[in-house]
């Protein structure tokens, strides 16, 4: 069975701090699918990366990355110089390509608190 | 552009009533869904659609039903709410296989 585990319950930072969020996923599948949303407190959930299985290239975005490791079976997220406005609640998520429908699989969920 | 619209925003039942969650995008999407929140246990997948008339039930479906009668729109109805189905609800739509999903607001349900 297919599971994503974000051990991470909760962060806190202080403004200007770099950070990552880690995420561990679980698949026999050897074609798969690894997402990264973003839940800010007004609750709305915000698409922020896909991935493929045969992508390892790491990803860079303004002050966001990701790091895609198929031996370790992890796909992190790093923030640099974290801002007040990254606090949020951030998910890891998975499809499998033999699933029907696009179901994803979330993780629990890594609660981010930025401090000023 | 809406994309995906959820109403109500918040609900509040009593156990034993039932109730519809609305869900509509303009994306022309085939693929919705619907997930539920709670905390400590990020999201799971209550029904999930392919296209209109195609449905089927996700991790989390027992106390809901759903249909698809068009591309648009893809309710969730609680039959009879039970306190356990107290939780945010998120519909989402996706263009294309594996795609990412456009979530829509979320409805905080308490039921008491």
């Known amino acids: 069975a297919q599971k994503v585990t974000q051990a991470q319950t909760e962060i806190s930072v202080v403004e200007k701090e770099d950070v990552t969020l880690d995420c561990v996923y679980e698949?026999?599948?050897?074609?798969?699918?690894l997402f990264w949303y973003k839940q800010p407190p007004s609750g709305e959930l915000v698409f922020l990366i896909r991935r493929n299985s045969f992508d390892e290239q790491n990803e860079i975005s303004g002050r966001y990355s990701w790091n895609f490791q198929k031996s370790t079976s992890s796909f992190n997220f790093t923030i640099t110089a974290s801002q007040v406005v990254d606090s949020a609640v951030y998910f890891c998520?998975?499809?499998?390509?033999?699933?029907?429908?696009?179901?994803?699989?979330f993780g629990a969920g890594t609660i981010l608190r930025v401090k000023s | 552009n809406a994309g995906v619209t959820q109403t109500p925003k918040f609900q509040v039942l009593k156990t034993g009533q039932s109730m519809t969650l609305q869900c509509a995008q303009d994306m022309n999407h085939e693929y919705m869904s619907w997930y539920r929140q709670d905390p400590g246990m990020g999201l799971r997948l209550i029904h999930y659609?392919?296209?209109?008339?195609?449905?089927d039930q996700g991790e989390v479906p027992n106390g809901y039903n759903v249909s698809r009668s068009t591309t648009e729109d893809f309710p969730l109805r609680l039959l009879s709410a039970a306190p356990s189905q107290t939780s945010v609800y998120f519909c989402?739509?996706?263009?294309?296989?594996?795609?990412?999903?456009?979530f829509g607001q979320g409805t905080r349900l308490t039921v008491v």
């Open positions: 659609s392919v296209g209109a008339g195609i449905t």
């Open positions: 698949t026999r599948d050897t074609t798969y699918y």
């Open positions: 998520a998975l499809i499998l390509s033999m699933e029907y429908g696009n179901k994803l699989v």
């Open positions: 989402a739509s996706s263009p294309g296989f594996h795609t990412e999903a456009f």
